[in-house]
């Protein structure tokens, strides 16, 4: 059996993200990302904070140098 997933508060999700905590609320409020009610509390799994990043992370451009001939 594999362990649960963590869940994260909204200040746990803030503080992975480098932001405040409006943000990940925002992101709940949008259904932007997953999350998780246990009565009154929001929970954000970590998987589902890992998978919003991922989607999210722009790779750089490999560019080769091109060499401009002199006219």
């Known amino acids: 059996m594999t362990p649960p997933d963590p869940l994260l508060t909204i200040a746990q999700a803030a503080e992975l993200l480098g932001t405040t905590e409006r943000f990940p609320r925002r992101l709940i409020a949008e259904r932007r990302i997953a999350f998780v009610k246990v009565g009154r509390h929001v929970r954000i799994p970590a998987s589902a904070l890992a998978e919003y990043i991922a ?10 140098r091109q060499l401009r001939r002199a006219a």
């Open 55 to 64: 989607a999210r992370t722009v790779q750089p451009v490999s560019r080769t």
